[in-house]
């Protein structure tokens, strides 16, 4: 026999997920004494909703994550993360400590609760951003646990579980076999994709964010485009998808506002593929885009089997011969000026600093608008949270991702509005051994707001902190470096550099007003 607590670290551990993010909370407690005995591991986050967004970090570099929190108050804390993990299918699973089964079999009116004996209204809420969704009992935990995991898996979206607290310890039946993961739901039929080619003189295609949430897949895509000569370009959630070094590259398609190559070229297609992509307000510039919607086939993985729908097409007997322009990266920056440093300068020189194998996180904001649209250095692992855009998401997803990949190089560029939201969570880089490249960008509030409308208007201001104080204060073993100026700035970068065996914060000073050329022309200011 086997706990319902080993049952769930057993099967989540057999998808790669070995660590637990979350808050402890009275309706939850029993379950740590079993984690603390198993080779799991437990990361204490500073609130729910940053553990969400660790989870999500985590999930999208290790295939599949998970969080714990307590009913009621800890879990709608969470549901925000969840609803993000949901939008851009990313595998979680929500684990909830509940009340007692007899109290609810009672109605009775407990802590955490709306007072009312109802205890089904929190699942209700998660049952609209998750695939699955059940509360377990002892004879049916193993079933529903075990569909969570695979459902959430196969759908890479995520699932939820509730656990009465005097179950976490009740004992069940050893899994008698592995986890079905080796099935992914969805159409097959390439028939719509395999005509329009058949006809096409100008294809292109958009490989999307959800390629990269299955194991292999990104690599069978770069092949496609390799056999049938296919040019490429990307929205900007799904930067870095392919190799941006790659010949077939044009570069990121954002209307008005991103390469002109790939605008032009898109635009006047006669065969426009978005395999694993989502089209949305953003990247379309809220759907000005004039793409040839009537000869487009959107393969979403939701709507489709995408391992199944590009294993059929690598089987085509086709080669493309159409002219296109390979969109290049600029010059490697290597003077350095002492005037006060501009977002467009700053992150051009993050730019030249990553390398291959980095994990390079955007926070939704002004510089998603910036360095996003350039062409990164290949074999870049480029993460931003484009359709759902909660800000203060990257931070926590940049330590959860650190804490999945803790032998991989990991940068973040946060700005500070975005920043103060989710800081608190900083104590999990001297707390885990984390060894991340966080700079932060004082640029004195919602600059991307103030862009967009009310530049001068108090709405968009937030409060004046001194950011470089905030690790210690936290607890946070990191060199701090400031910088106002590009020539301060190529320092920073090479003490950076210099000490890779630890964690490093910079603070980066620009104007408030100082707004990309990507975000000034996506404004049209």
Known sequence: MITISEYLIKRLAEVGCTDIFGVPGDYNLPFFDVLSASDSKWIGCANELNAGYAADGYARKRGFGAILTTYGVGELSA??????????????????????????????????????????????????????????????AAFHI????????????????????????????EPECPLVLDWTPGSTDVSSIVELLAKAERPVIFPGFALKRYAGLVAKVEALVDKLNLPFASFLMSKGVLNEAHPNNLGIYFHNAGSDTAQQYIENSDCVIFLGEKISDGPSNKFQAKIPYDKTVVVTSEDFNLPAVVDALLELDLHFDAEFTHVEAAPIKTEFSDAPLTVEGFQKMVYDFTRAGDNLSLETGTTSFGLSVDPQRAGVNYSMQIIWGAIGYSLPATLGGAIAAPDERHLLIIGDGSFQLTFN????????????????????GYTIERAIHGPEEEFNDIARWNYAAIPAALGVAADVHEATSEAELAKVLVDVSAAADRAHFVVVKTDKFDYPNTLKRFTGK
Do not use: M, W
């Open 146 to 173: 075990d569909a969570a995991i695979e459902k959430a898996f196969a759908e890479k979206r995520p699932a939820y579980i509730s656990i009465p607290v005097d179950l976490f310890s009740a004992e069940i039946a």
């Open 79 to 140: 549901i925000n993360a969840i609803a993000g993990s949901f939008t851009e299918n990313v595998p979680v699973l929500k684990i909830v400590g509940a009340p007692a089964t007899a109290l609810v079999a009672r109605g009775a009116i407990v802590h955490h609760s709306l007072a009312q004996g109802q205890f089904d209204t929190f699942e209700n809420c998660f049952k609209n951003v998750t695939v699955y969704a059940a509360t377990v009992t002892r004879e049916n």
């Open 425 to 444: 969570d900083l104590g999990l880089i001297t707390r885990q051994g984390l060894k991340p490249i966080i700079f932060v960008v004082d640029n004195d």
